[in-house]
């Protein structure tokens, strides 16, 4: 499994499914916005905005990078996306960075991670606090970013003793802490924020390949895309032990994103080039093609 691949970006994908792909050739990563709007990440060219069926491009491209993760969020000044961004392979040399932009995808901030070699795979945010916590697909370390200071930079939070290739991270507000998807490990991991204790909240032999996380803070349902396995999963976070369960009897092919967004869960399937939204039971309620 390629590095590439972890960070869900890939840019030789250009299948056309006839007119609504003018919009998402390669849908890779979708977020909800705190309006109830759906972003999606397009590896080959930017960010696609979904608003009940329509859709319309957000930001075109990224120039010299390409998105791997965002993540939307509603902070004291307003709602606002944070994009992961990696250089685009044979283009020069540059950092990674987070870009921070308005909801007319306009750069509001930047910071970039200078680390020769790091790699920023997902993003999560803290909105009380204001804090984002990026993990390195490369070096196996969370980051975490003051956002209150306009000249911070990154600081290593912690480094995973013996990652696999670290992907998806999101933040359970609830708990204090990160959930995090190794996904070449086919793990996920739960990183207290206080202490900086790490436990393996789930090991190998499940799930195969934990691309993408989404949760349900209401009712602590941890949502899983495993492309490998062509399935999404669930499990509970307030039980004893994290046990996944296959989410829905719906057949997916490639699904690389979920999210959760008033009451019901949306799952991008690269392999279909559709968005598809879920009612919390697994029925399908409706898809929308890319």
């Known amino acids: 499994m390629s590095e590439h691949r972890v960070v869900r970006t890939v840019i030789a994908c250009w299948f056309l499914l006839g007119a609504s792909s003018l919009f998402a050739a390669d849908p890779a990563v979708v977020a909800a916005l705190p309006s109830g709007d759906l972003v999606i990440v397009d590896g080959s060219r930017g960010i696609v905005n979904v608003s009940g069926s329509a859709k319309s491009n957000l930001i075109n491209n990224f120039e010299i990078f390409e998105a791997t993760d965002l993540t939307g969020v509603r902070l004291k000044d307003g709602d606002t996306l944070f994009v992961t961004l990696r250089l685009r392979p044979g283009v020069g040399s540059s950092f990674p960075r987070l870009s921070r932009r308005s909801l007319t995808g306009k750069e509001v901030g930047q910071w970039s991670l200078r680390v020769p070699g790091g ?172």
Request: proline share 5%; aromatic share 8%.
């Open 119 to 290: 790699v920023l795979a997902s993003v999560a945010i803290d909105p009380n606090r204001q804090i984002a916590y990026c993990s390195d697909s490369h070096y196996g370390v969370i980051y975490k970013l003051d956002l209150k200071n306009s000249r911070a930079s990154f600081e290593t939070m912690i480094r995973i003793r013996d990652p696999g290739t670290l992907g998806p991270v999101i933040f359970d507000a609830k708990r204090q802490r990160l959930l995090v998807g190794d996904v070449k490990q086919g793990r996920i991991l739960a990183v207290t924020i206080a202490d900086k204790r790490v436990e393996v909240l789930l090991d190998r032999g499940t799930i195969r390949e934990p691309i993408a996380l989404a949760l349900d803070p209401a009712t602590d349902r941890l949502y899983v895309a495993d492309p490998t396995k062509e399935r999404v999963w669930v499990g509970n976070l307030a039980e004893k032990r994290f046990t996944p369960q296959t989410f829905s009897r719906y057949r997916f092919r490639d699904p690389c994103g979920v999210a959760w967004s008033k009451g019901t869960l949306w799952v991008i399937d690269r392999g279909t080039k559709r968005l598809s939204q879920f009612a919390a039971d697994g029925n399908p309620l409706k898809h929308i093609g890319m």
